[in-house]
Nanobody, 114 residues
Framework: QVQLVESGGGLVQTGGSLRLTCAAS????????MGWYRQTPGKQRELVSW???????DSVGSVKGRFTISRDVAKSTLYLQMNSLRTEDTAVYYC????????WGQGTQVTVSS
Protein backbone atom coordinates (compact mmCIF):
# COMPACT_ATOMS: atom_id res chain seq x y z
CA GLN A 1 0.00 0.00 0.00
CA VAL A 2 2.72 2.44 1.01
CA GLN A 3 5.29 3.17 -1.67
CA LEU A 4 8.12 5.67 -1.54
CA VAL A 5 9.99 6.54 -4.71
CA GLU A 6 12.84 9.03 -4.57
CA SER A 7 14.36 10.72 -7.59
CA GLY A 8 16.36 13.75 -8.63
CA GLY A 9 19.78 12.87 -7.32
CA GLY A 10 22.93 13.15 -9.33
CA LEU A 11 26.51 14.29 -9.49
CA VAL A 12 27.15 17.97 -8.86
CA GLN A 13 30.07 20.18 -7.97
CA THR A 14 30.38 21.98 -4.66
CA GLY A 15 28.12 25.00 -4.57
CA GLY A 16 25.66 23.42 -6.95
CA SER A 17 21.98 22.64 -6.49
CA LEU A 18 19.65 19.69 -6.80
CA ARG A 19 15.94 19.21 -6.26
CA LEU A 20 14.91 15.83 -4.92
CA THR A 21 11.42 14.46 -5.39
CA CYS A 22 9.61 11.81 -3.36
CA ALA A 23 6.44 10.22 -4.65
CA ALA A 24 4.78 9.07 -1.43
CA SER A 25 1.76 6.98 -2.27
CA UNK A 26 -0.40 5.53 0.49
CA UNK A 27 0.63 8.14 3.05
CA UNK A 28 -1.59 10.92 4.34
CA UNK A 29 0.27 14.19 4.68
CA UNK A 30 -2.53 15.43 6.92
CA UNK A 31 -1.77 12.70 9.45
CA UNK A 32 1.98 12.25 9.11
CA UNK A 33 5.04 14.38 9.33
CA MET A 34 7.34 13.69 6.42
CA GLY A 35 11.08 13.89 6.30
CA TRP A 36 14.17 13.49 4.21
CA TYR A 37 16.84 11.17 5.55
CA ARG A 38 20.30 10.46 4.25
CA GLN A 39 22.84 7.70 4.68
CA THR A 40 26.51 7.39 3.82
CA PRO A 41 28.37 4.06 3.83
CA GLY A 42 29.78 3.52 7.28
CA LYS A 43 27.39 5.97 8.91
CA GLN A 44 23.89 5.54 10.26
CA ARG A 45 20.90 7.03 8.54
CA GLU A 46 20.09 10.53 9.75
CA LEU A 47 17.06 12.77 9.47
CA VAL A 48 17.99 16.07 7.85
CA SER A 49 14.75 17.93 7.14
CA TRP A 50 11.05 17.48 7.88
CA UNK A 51 7.60 18.95 7.49
CA UNK A 52 4.62 18.54 9.82
CA UNK A 53 0.95 18.12 8.82
CA UNK A 54 0.22 21.84 9.31
CA UNK A 55 3.19 22.63 7.05
CA UNK A 56 5.80 23.65 9.58
CA UNK A 57 9.33 22.83 8.50
CA ASP A 58 12.67 22.34 10.17
CA SER A 59 16.04 20.80 9.51
CA VAL A 60 19.25 19.87 11.23
CA GLY A 61 21.83 22.58 11.72
CA SER A 62 24.23 21.31 9.08
CA VAL A 63 21.73 21.99 6.28
CA LYS A 64 19.76 24.95 7.64
CA GLY A 65 19.77 27.81 5.20
CA ARG A 66 20.77 25.50 2.36
CA PHE A 67 18.02 22.85 2.16
CA THR A 68 14.31 23.56 1.91
CA ILE A 69 11.67 20.87 2.31
CA SER A 70 8.26 21.32 0.74
CA ARG A 71 5.29 19.25 -0.36
CA ASP A 72 2.44 19.07 -2.81
CA VAL A 73 -0.40 17.56 -0.81
CA ALA A 74 -2.64 17.01 -3.83
CA LYS A 75 0.11 15.07 -5.58
CA SER A 76 1.33 13.27 -2.43
CA THR A 77 4.79 14.45 -3.35
CA LEU A 78 7.62 15.66 -1.17
CA TYR A 79 10.52 17.81 -2.33
CA LEU A 80 13.92 18.80 -1.08
CA GLN A 81 15.60 21.81 -2.64
CA MET A 82 19.31 21.52 -1.98
CA ASN A 83 21.50 24.57 -2.55
CA SER A 84 25.12 25.39 -1.84
CA LEU A 85 25.95 21.71 -1.79
CA ARG A 86 29.05 20.51 0.00
CA THR A 87 31.02 17.31 -0.29
CA GLU A 88 29.73 16.24 3.11
CA ASP A 89 26.20 16.24 1.68
CA THR A 90 27.15 13.21 -0.39
CA ALA A 91 24.78 10.41 0.57
CA VAL A 92 21.81 8.36 -0.48
CA TYR A 93 18.70 10.37 0.28
CA TYR A 94 15.44 8.79 1.36
CA CYS A 95 11.99 10.07 2.24
CA UNK A 96 9.82 8.63 4.97
CA UNK A 97 7.41 9.52 7.74
CA UNK A 98 8.38 10.75 11.20
CA UNK A 99 8.87 8.39 12.90
CA UNK A 100 10.04 6.30 9.98
CA UNK A 101 8.30 3.22 8.69
CA UNK A 102 10.10 0.04 7.68
CA UNK A 103 9.21 0.28 4.00
CA TRP A 104 12.05 2.45 2.70
CA GLY A 105 12.33 3.31 -0.95
CA GLN A 106 15.42 2.81 -3.07
CA GLY A 107 16.70 6.27 -2.27
CA THR A 108 18.43 8.61 -4.66
CA GLN A 109 22.19 9.11 -4.76
CA VAL A 110 23.57 12.60 -4.32
CA THR A 111 27.27 12.98 -4.99
CA VAL A 112 28.98 16.31 -4.50
CA SER A 113 32.48 16.60 -5.91
CA SER A 114 35.12 19.18 -5.15
Amino acid sequence: QVQLVESGGGLVQTGGSLRLTCAASGISFSANSMGWYRQTPGKQRELVSWITPPGNTDSVGSVKGRFTISRDVAKSTLYLQMNSLRTEDTAVYYCNTLPWRSNWGQGTQVTVSS
